[in-house]
């Protein structure tokens, strides 16, 4: 009896370590989770500074062999780099301490089509007119090819979300194919009511949503967990490829091109698109969106060598630079604030600053 009431203790001591032990490596994961939750939010949180387009000044211009695609540029912050894809299937290192190209490497035959930086792997990933191909970063800012896949459709659209290790990917006849981003293969799809041929996807990390914007005038919601539609709205315009899309830096308000001179935008409010306001721009044909200071300035271009800015709460718009070339792309840096601009003939990159 009294080695029955011994081994009782020993059991009831030994459970209640073990339970202490369970809430103390429960409460060290969920603080870590919430860190790390917070760090990630953070991320794409960041401020914006603010961005005068009326005292824009050429701080340099560099020149480059081959045309560079407008879905082809991306910064990378930490190595302050600009990685460039072109129009005969090389991706360049731009040091932006420099304005040097600092490697080159040529991945296809073809037009890079899009690039994509995932920063704490510091690897990029590129698509051209039928493939995949995952690039490596390394510290002395040279690219090697890890591995390439091909595609039996081009891809117009592609994101990746890194802490997730999932890559989207989404062609003119395609819907939305999930890839395992390091293995570069193929996870299923999500399911989008029919609609196909992607021009811009989003990633929207309040609600854990992909946006995309379908060629047939359709913006779609989709829960990464589930893989479904959990919101949408039809821009009215069934023939106009919606490839440019930017939310405002507090994520609360979507911008998008709807048809020529056109930009619908739309508030999320309680997981839904609220339509908020449509800007008209006669005769613009619209080369990108860019939200710059939260919602009050709105950047975009034109295929009429002219940069605007436009107010969206006074709803006014200002002519911020006339062109003297023809403009193939731009793209805003934020924490430079700084703007990269293409043109062809002859091909220069073009960065410019406020002051």
């Not at 990390?205 to 995309?212: F, M």
């Not at 048809?259 to 008209?280: A, N």
Request: hydrophobic share 35%; proline share 2%.
């Amino acid at each position: 009896m009294k080695n029955f009431a011994a081994l009782e203790k020993f059991f009831s001591q030994k459970m209640e370590e073990l339970e202490s032990q369970i809430k103390s490596t429960l409460n060290n994961f969920f603080s870590s989770f919430e860190i790390s939750v917070k760090e990630f939010i953070s991320r794409y949180n960041k401020p914006v500074p603010y961005f005068e387009p009326k005292n824009l000044k050429e701080k340099c211009i560099v020149d480059v062999l081959r045309r560079i695609h407008s879905k082809s540029v991306e910064y990378f912050e930490q190595q302050n780099v600009l990685i460039c894809g072109d129009n005969s299937g090389f991706v360049s290192v731009l040091d932006l301490n420099t304005y040097k190209v600092c490697d080159q490497i040529r991945v296809s035959d073809s037009l890079i089509s899009n690039l994509k930086i995932c920063e704490k792997n510091k690897t990029v990933i590129v698509t051209s007119n039928q493939s995949v191909t995952l690039l490596n970063l390394l510290g002395r800012k040279k690219l090697k090819k890890i591995k390439t896949v091909d595609q039996h459709d081009s891809l117009f659209a592609l994101l990746p979300l890194e802490h997730l290790n999932q890559l989207y990917t989404s062609g003119h006849n395609l819907g939305i194919s999930l890839w395992d981003m390091s293995l570069l293969k193929p996870r299923g799809r999500l399911d989008t009511n029919g609609h196909k041929g992607v021009g811009k996807m989003l990633y929207l990390p309040k609600y854990n949503w992909i946006v995309a914007g379908f060629k047939d005038g359709w913006i779609g919601c989709y829960d990464v967990r589930k893989r479904k539609q959990v919101s949408g709205v039809s821009t009215g315009y069934n023939q106009w490829y919606i490839n440019h899309m930017s939310f405002s830096d507090s994520q609360d308000i979507l911008f998008a091109n709807v048809m020529q001179g056109r930009i619908s935008s739309w508030k999320l409010i309680d997981g839904r698109l609220e339509f908020y306001k449509e800007i008209h721009f006669d005769g613009f044909e619209l080369n990108n969106i860019v939200c710059t200071n939260n919602e009050q300035l709105f950047v975009y271009s034109s295929g009429n060598n002219r940069i605007q800015a436009f107010d969206v709460v006074s709803e006014h718009s200002m002519d911020a630079l006339h062109l003297s070339y023809n403009l193939t792309f731009f793209k805003f840096i934020p924490c430079k604030n700084l703007l990269v601009l293409g043109s062809a003939s002859p091909n220069k990159l073009r960065f410019l600053n406020s002051s």
